[in-house]
């Protein structure tokens, strides 16, 4: 993986000839600080959306922007809550704010299109909402034929690799958190980041329908992840990685008028 695609790697007037002779697409990596049990660490949202977006971008011929650190609230059923320690997380209003100050700022110095590529599953509305919010300052004319795009990463994994990673049955993406998904993803992208060795089993965790405030904090498993990583590995975490990159490299590519594509 090369590290021109990155956007913070780049001299401004590379960027500024860049932008006037090309119409470039940007894309910025949306993650979190959460505690993904005792194997992985804090930063695996952002450190695992900035290689799928840099993945994507070599295919594309896009830019990477530094990655969102902090994300919306971890919530109970989906992050195993926002009251344990190394969460550290920003109110709706922040992950608004800053994705509606970015859009317009991008989309200002000329960027054709700004690809939020999310990592951490509360993040979701609220990037929507900030993304909504940035385009209500331009007019149509200021606008043009420019636009803005949303995805979290998992949505792109397919039934065959599923069938691959999870050969006794796909438990859902909602009980992922600190599990195999992020686990092999990690193992293969990030191999130093993680401690096998540290890695929680027992049974995935059952978590009511509802969402109670304050949670009841004994319904996430003593681990913070809400299921084991059994079975995660670096070869599986590849098979991931390469699916996942290329279908959102062939969905955008399809999105983008003048992507070269080397999918
Ligand atoms: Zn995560
Ligand atoms: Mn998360």
Same mark, same amino acid.
């Given at each position: 993986m090369s590290s021109n695609v990155f956007?913070?790697?780049?001299?401004?007037?590379?960027?500024?000839?860049?932008?006037?002779?090309?119409?470039?697409?940007?894309?910025?990596?949306?993650?979190?600080?959460?505690?993904?049990?005792?194997?992985?660490?804090?930063?695996?949202?952002?450190?695992?959306?900035?290689?799928?977006?840099a993945g994507v971008a070599e295919k594309l011929g896009a830019l990477v922007a530094p990655a969102f650190a902090y994300g919306y609230k971890s919530q109970q059923k989906s992050g195993g809550g926002n009251h344990l320690v190394g969460t550290t997380s920003l109110s709706a209003a922040t992950v608004i704010a800053q994705t509606k100050d970015l859009v317009t700022s991008y989309l200002k110095q000329g960027f054709q299109q700004i690809i939020f590529l999310n990592g951490h599953?509360?993040?979701?509305?609220?990037?929507y909402e900030g993304m909504d919010l940035a385009l209500e300052s331009f007019n149509k004319e200021q606008l043009g034929d420019r636009y803005t795009l949303l995805l979290s990463y998992w949505d792109y994994v397919g039934e065959e690799t599923l069938a691959q990673v999870y050969p006794n049955g796909f438990p859902g993406? $909602?009980?992922?958190?600190?599990?195999?998904?992020? @686990?092999?993803?990690?193992?293969? +992208? =990030?191999?130093?980041?993680?401690?096998?060795?540290?890695?929680?089993?027992?049974?995935?965790?059952?978590?009511?329908?509802? $969402?109670?405030?304050?949670?009841?904090?004994?319904? @996430?498993?003593?681990?913070?992840? +809400? =299921?084991?990583?059994?079975?995660?590995?670096a070869e599986k975490g590849k098979l991931l990685y390469d699916d996942a990159v290329s279908a959102i490299a062939a969905d955008l590519a399809l999105e983008l008028a003048d992507a070269a594509v080397a999918v």
């Open positions: 956007l913070d790697q780049l001299d401004a007037h590379t960027l500024r000839d860049r932008l006037e002779n090309e119409k470039l697409a940007l894309i910025i990596p949306v993650g979190s600080l959460e505690q993904h049990g005792p194997h992985l660490p804090l930063g695996t949202d952002a450190m695992l959306s900035t290689k799928v977006a599953y509360e993040n979701y509305q609220f990037l993406w $909602d009980i992922e958190h600190g599990g195999v998904l992020e @686990t092999a993803l990690m193992l293969h +992208l =990030s191999p130093h980041s993680v401690d096998m060795s540290r890695a929680p089993g027992g049974p995935a965790a059952v978590l009511p329908k509802f $969402d109670r405030l304050p949670v009841v904090a004994a319904r @996430t498993p003593q681990s913070g992840c +809400l =299921s084991a990583p059994d079975g995660a590995t």
